[in-house]
């Protein structure tokens, strides 16, 4: 990534954009300008989430979240009110080269996101993806899921906003979206690794959530069958302006790319005149998988089909609670964390999951907000046939040791320093889960559907 360190970053892209307000009408989401009714609705949202926004949160801004709930005004205002708290969740402020020390070299270099090179002929920047020259297989045993869907899903949409604030003070115009150009050539069905579907699912959800109404065009390059099926399926049921968003290209892509863009601004390996982006090395070494990172001493225990095994921790506020779970034999493990002084009922600090721990071990912390009992699950209840020997280790860093000048540490940071005392290993390839640095708005909660997802792009 090319990094501006500018903070304040979606703030220095709002400013920048705000010249245009009078000259340039705002889109309602179907290329046409809002309506009197819609600005209606989005004065709607701004009375009832003034109490989060700042001077540069426009109407331009709040009309995106309302054409990606298509004009639901109380939709948009609990997506605009969980966006601008999952922006300071997030810490996203923060310089983006210290977002992107936060992500594992491994997923950087095995696992990008698109890279941006050229702009079509009206200025928007272009981003290539090669989802097809990824080991899949690697990634999904080398990077956990939470890696990946901050990196593409956070990290990388930051940096969205950089090149547009960049690629508008250089045309001097409005550039408020972006091109995905997605080379599928080579993908196939091995390719569908549990966890790498699951990285996808969560980094789209994430960027739905937080970041709508910004790509302009996809251009899905040699497509494989199964992905062609599933876009007849879904396409009656998507809006007239996201079908018109994707294009899928079979063959040689030249023609279509010149309708976009000037042929200087295409790779030479689509047959245009511009050095080829950088592709993703492959195949990501074993010593990279996560199982070869594991604590050298792990205890072990066997839990019996339909039964749990329960570790309770006495947590002060701002310990930080880690564990390594892996399950060699079995294919998946629940793993969660409840408090135990929450009455009769059992209150979640970290929602019961059901993790595929045999190939991708779980690497999670979960940080204390409320002194008490606090209780971590292995939850084999919902097999009714298989007993499994579940391999861990736990430990808890205490709250004198989790501050930096009398301030809490950031995500990674808690990240990285819990996991050195549970593993043993300074590896840079090892990140935890934390519960901070994914924060589970609305938006994130709800149960995966392809549909709503691209309703929003």
């Keep these: 990534l090319q990094i501006n360190n500018m903070s304040r970053r979606m703030f220095a892209y709002l400013k920048e954009i705000s010249r245009f307000d009078e000259e340039v009408p705002i889109d309602n989401g179907d290329g046409s300008p809002i309506t009197d009714k819609q600005y209606e609705q989005v004065e709607e949202v701004r009375e009832a989430v003034e109490d989060l926004l700042d001077p540069l949160h426009s109407d331009r801004f709040l009309t995106r979240y309302l054409a990606a709930m298509n004009f639901n005004v109380t939709k948009a205002i609990a997506m605009v009110r969980d966006h ?29 996101p698109p890279v941006f090179m050229g702009e079509d002929r009206e200025g928007f920047p272009i981003a290539w993806d090669f989802p097809g020259k990824i080991d899949s297989a690697g990634v999904s045993r080398a990077c956990t899921v939470h890696d990946v869907a901050r990196f593409h899903g956070f990290v990388f949409m930051e940096h969205v906003y950089d090149k547009l604030q960049q690629q508008t003070i250089k045309h001097n115009k409005l550039v408020d979206k972006f091109i995905v150009v997605q080379d599928m050539t080579n993908w196939s069905l091995r390719h569908m690794q549990k966890s790498l579907i699951s990285m996808v699912m969560e980094s789209t959800k994430m960027r739905n959530a937080n970041y709508p109404q910004i790509l302009k065009t996809m251009i899905v390059i040699n497509p494989p069958t199964i992905i062609n099926m599933c876009w007849k399926l879904i396409k009656p049921f998507l809006r007239e302006r996201t079908r018109k968003k994707i294009h899928f290209v079979k063959g040689n892509a030249l023609e279509h790319l010149l309708q976009l863009m000037d042929r200087e601004m295409i790779p030479q390996m689509f047959g245009g005149d511009a050095p080829n982006p950088p592709i993703p090395p492959s195949p990501v070494p074993e010593s990279m998988y996560l199982t070869s990172h594991l604590p050298k001493e792990m ?3 066997s839990i019996h089909r339909g039964k749990k095994h329960e570790i309770e921790k006495e947590l002060e506020k701002g310990d930080v609670l880690t564990w390594v779970v892996h399950t060699p034999q079995a294919n998946d493990i629940g793993v969660g964390v409840y408090c135990k002084d929450k009455g009769n009922g059992i209150e979640w600090a970290v929602e019961s999951e059901k993790k595929h721990t045999k190939q991708l071990p779980d690497f999670g912390t979960f940080v204390c907000e409320n002194a008490g009992s606090y209780v971590l699950v292995f939850d084999n209840s919902y097999s009714y046939l298989t007993s499994k020997d579940v391999h861990f280790s736990v430990s808890v860093d205490h709250s004198d040791s989790n501050s930096i000048d009398g301030s809490p540490l950031s995500s990674s940071t808690q990240s990285s320093s819990s996991m050195k005392a549970a593993t043993n290993t300074t590896s840079s390839t090892i990140t935890t889960t934390t519960t901070t640095d994914l924060p589970k708005n609305k938006e994130m909660k709800r149960k995966d559907n392809v549909v709503g997802h691209l309703a929003r792009v």
């Design 84 to 112: 601008l708290q999952w922006r300071k969740d997030m810490g996203a402020e923060r310089p983006l080269d210290e977002l992107l020390d936060s992500v594992p070299e491994v997923a950087k270099t095995y696992a990008p």
């Design 299 to 301: 205890e072990v225990v």
